[in-house]
């Protein structure tokens, strides 16, 4: 289990933002503030309530992400409406909201001596349990340039024991060669390396980010987790 071992000692890790082709240099670190910031582990939204971690918390979100749309990119598309015009928070997440709980009575794992939730299986939380980072090294990022400008390396290390290590990395123009571990595009949806199952599957998810979002800006921040 070689990525947990990563996973657990390597705590600084690089995100990867998407940018728009549309948005102009002097207001590069802006966007990237506005699409990196509700990614914070606190960072405060109206409150929801969510299973308890005793009541399946972790498969609730991922059956709400993936079949409605994922919380974030609902979020992302609630702040650029117009404040006038926005609805309630909790109306606009509705139907993520009831794919989440939905999903956990079915579950119905509470623990009677749960400290967190009292045996109630629920606890309402102005945070987003799963997210990203709890800090984030200088809200500015570094410019890459192009994506279609940043070439891709996938290394295979040969390890003891008949064991093959497969690396991807990404190197921009006159710059190292560095891995990554998240995305997020502008639409506001994050990518995690922990979802794929390897790196080569992390390799083909990048490929298909590359077309889908062909004339982007990638910008480069780090952060801890
Ligand atoms: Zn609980």
């Known amino acids: 289990m070689l990525w947990s071992f990563h996973r657990k000692f390597m705590a600084h890790n690089f995100v990867l ?3 728009p082709p549309d948005v102009e240099k002097h207001h590069l670190s802006e966007y990237c503030q506005e699409l990196l910031l509700p990614l914070w582990s606190e960072y405060d939204f109206p409150p929801l309530t969510y299973p308890c971690d005793c009541n399946g918390l972790g498969e609730c979100i991922k059956y709400a992400n993936t079949n409605t749309k994922h919380f974030h990119q609902y979020w992302r598309s609630y702040k650029v409406i117009a404040s006038e015009y926005r609805p309630d928070w909790s109306e606009y997440i509705g139907d993520w909201e009831n794919a989440l709980l939905s999903y956990s009575k079915n579950i ?14 629920y606890f309402t939380s102005t945070c987003y349990p799963q997210n990203m980072y709890d800090y984030w090294h200088g809200h500015k990022g570094e410019d890459l340039g192009k994506i279609a400008e940043l070439k891709e390396e996938l290394n295979t290390h040969e390890r003891p024991k008949g064991i093959q290590l497969h690396v991807f990395r990404l190197i921009p123009p006159l710059q190292k060669p560095f891995m990554f571990y998240h ?3 502008s639409d506001g949806l994050p990518y995690n390396r922990w979802e794929y199952s390897s790196a080569e599957k992390w390799f083909e998810a990048w490929q298909v980010l590359v077309e889908q979002w062909q004339n982007s800006r990638v910008v480069r921040c780090l952060v801890h987790q």
């Open 183 to 185: 995305v997020v595009t």
């Open 17 to 19: 933002l998407l940018i």
């Open 108 to 121: 119905n794992t509470a623990d009677p001596s749960c400290d967190r939730c009292n045996g109630s299986g």
